[in-house]
C-alpha cells in the first residue's frame, strides 16, 4: 500500500482511507457525473487531458471509464509509488500517454491540452501565496486554445473548514480564492456547487473516542491525537454542522475557459 507523504507532517494511509469509507458513494459518483460530462462537452476529435496529482489513479478511472469518444490522458504525479500504481491500473482499459512523476511546480511540458484537470491537490501546491498564484498561471499555459482547465475543490463553507478548531490552510486554497483569481484575469469561470455528504453517526453513537480522534487528526492535518479536552470541542462542533448523521465538505468543480 502506498505511504502518503503529501500531508505535511504525517504520513499515515489509515485516515486517508478513512476519509473515503466517510463519503457518500452517490454523491462522489455524482461528482464524476459532472467532471465526465464536462470533459464531453470538449468537442475534440482525439481529447489531450492532463490529470495534475492522479494519486494511485482510482479517481482519474472513474472519469475516463466515462470520457466518449477518442482520447488520451497524460498523468502527474510527485509519488513515484502512486504513479507507478495509476500506470498499471488504468492501462489496461484507459488510454494513457506519458507519465511524469514531478509535482506541478516542476513540471515541464510544451504540450498543450484540451483538458487540464486536478481534484484535490491544490492544497500541496505551495505554501506560501506568491508561488500559488505562479501554480495557478502555469495551468492556464498548460491548455490549449479552447481548452478546459477543471479544478475540484473545496469551498470556504465546506464542514471540513468549518469544523477545523483553529485556521490550518491559508485561505488561498479556498475554491472562492481560486474563482476571483481566474475572474480577475478576464477568464470564463464557470462553478458547479457540489455536495459531498460524509457520514459520521458512527461518531456520534459512542462514547469511545477512537474514530473521534482519528477524524480531528485528518481535519487537522496532523498526526498528533487531540487531548480529550481538544477532542470534546472538536466532537461540539460536529454536532453543531451535522444533519442526520452526515457532515457536507462540498465539492465545487471550476471550469475555467478562454471568453468566447
Ligand atoms: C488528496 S490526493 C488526490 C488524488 C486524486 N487526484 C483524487 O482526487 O483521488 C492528493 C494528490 O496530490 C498529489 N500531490 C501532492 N503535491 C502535489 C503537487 N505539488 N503537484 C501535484 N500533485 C501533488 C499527491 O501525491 C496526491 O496523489
Known sequence: ???????????????????????????????????????????????????????????????????????????????ENALASAEAFLTPE??????????????????????????HTNYYWSLNQKDYDVQLKKLLELMNKGGKLMILTLPKESDHYRLMLRQIYPEFNYAEYIINFYKNLGLDVKVKKLKMRMYIGDILSTKSLFDLKIFYRFIHNTDSYPSDLESKAFLEKIKKYQKDNYLDFKDYLIIVSEKD
Request: charge should be negative; aromatic fraction near 14%.
Open 94 to 119: 484507459n488510454n494513457i500517454g506519458q507519465c511524469f512523476p514531478r509535482t506541478l511546480a516542476t513540471f515541464k511540458s510544451n504540450k498543450k491540452y484540451n483538458v487540464v484537470f486536478t481534484s
Open 1 to 79: 500500500m502506498t505511504r502518503w507523504h503529501f500531508w505535511g507532517e504525517k504520513e499515515f494511509s489509515d485516515i486517508y482511507e478513512n476519509i473515503y469509507i466517510r463519503s457518500d458513494m452517490e454523491d462522489w459518483f455524482n461528482i464524476v457525473f459532472e467532471i465526465a460530462k464536462e470533459m464531453n462537452s470538449q468537442k475534440s476529435l482525439n481529447k489531450q487531458i492532463l490529470d495534475i496529482g492522479c494519486g494511485e489513479g482510482h479517481t482519474t478511472k472513474q472519469i475516463l471509464d466515462r470520457v466518449e469518444g477518442n482520447y488520451t490522458c497524460d498523468l502527474l504525479e510527485p509519488n
